[in-house]
Antibody, heavy 124, light 107 residues
Framework: VQLQQSGPGLVKPSQTLSLTCVISGDSVSSSSATWNWIRQSPSRGLEWLGRTYYRSKWYNDYAVSVKSRITFNPDTSKNQFSLQLNSVTPEDTAVYYC???????????????WGLGTLVTVSS | DIQMTQSPSSLSASVGDRVTITCRASQRISSYLNWYQQKPGKAPKLLIYAASSLQSGVPSRFSGSESGTDFTLTISSLQPEDFATYYCQQSYSTLYTFGQGTKLEIK
């Protein structure tokens, strides 16, 4: 299983940060996993942003800190999921990771597969 | 949110040393505790899940244990490739949280 991230590395303040994570070797609609975004910055450490998953229908859960500004969109036709973070400020500057959390089998309830990370800088 | 507190925040040790890193949860999390290793410029790598289960492919010198809300990562005999930053993470609550990290440096 591999996760390949893409998206711009520079976003202007007040604009929207958009990243995509393409999944190979698993399915975004798998009933055995959730698909997550996590970011890392020196000031905030590792911060879970939210997850998307399919259990007969799609569910999204978001961290309280970003809930009013964030949207996840799974795309089954491309086997990918995306992150949109609106109204960004310099505090949103971080390395953003997508990650799988398996809910059954070995390594369940742990982030066992990670993307390589995308450094996103918020600056004018 | 469940707070995860790691100690120490940094640690100097030598190759061959036995090293212990501790993580304390702010409330009961059962065994929903995972450990990750991160090297500069890389994504975190899962080492231990469910407090004490070794992830496939991870050397057996890594081990995890728990006692109530206290969790421990032990490296039995440090190797040069083990110098990195280590994080704990709870998955008891779906508002997942991480510890602040322990940086393991060469003495």
């Amino acid at each position: 299983v591999q996760l390949q991230q893409s998206g711009p590395g520079l976003v202007k303040p007040s604009q929207t940060l958009s990243l995509t994570c393409v999944i190979s070797g698993d399915s975004v609609s798998s009933s055995s996993a959730t698909w997550n975004w996590i970011r890392q910055s020196p000031s905030r450490g590792l911060e879970w942003l939210g997850r998307t998953y399919y259990r007969s229908k799609w569910y999204n859960d978001y961290a309280v800190s970003v809930k009013s500004r964030i949207t996840f969109n799974p795309d089954t036709s491309k086997n990918q999921f995306s992150l949109q973070l609106n109204s960004v400020t310099p505090e949103d500057t971080a390395v953003y990771y997508c990650a799988r959390l398996a809910v059954t089998g070995t390594a369940s309830h742990a982030f066992d597969i990670w993307g390589l990370g995308t450094l996103v800088t918020v600056s004018s | 949110d469940i707070q995860m507190t790691q100690s120490p925040s940094s640690l100097s040790a030598s190759v061959g040393d036995r090293v212990t890193i501790t993580c304390r949860a702010s409330q009961r999390i059962s065994s929903y505790l995972n450990w990750y290793q991160q090297k500069p410029g890389k994504a975190p790598k899962l080492l231990i899940y469910a407090a004490s289960s070794l992830q496939s492919g991870v050397p057996s010198r890594f081990s995890g244990s728990e006692s109530g809300t206290d969790f421990t990562l032990t490296i039995s005999s440090l190797q040069p490739e083990d110098f990195a930053t280590y994080y704990c993470q709870q998955s008891y609550s779906t508002l997942y949280t991480f510890g602040q990290g322990t940086k393991l440096e060469i003495k």
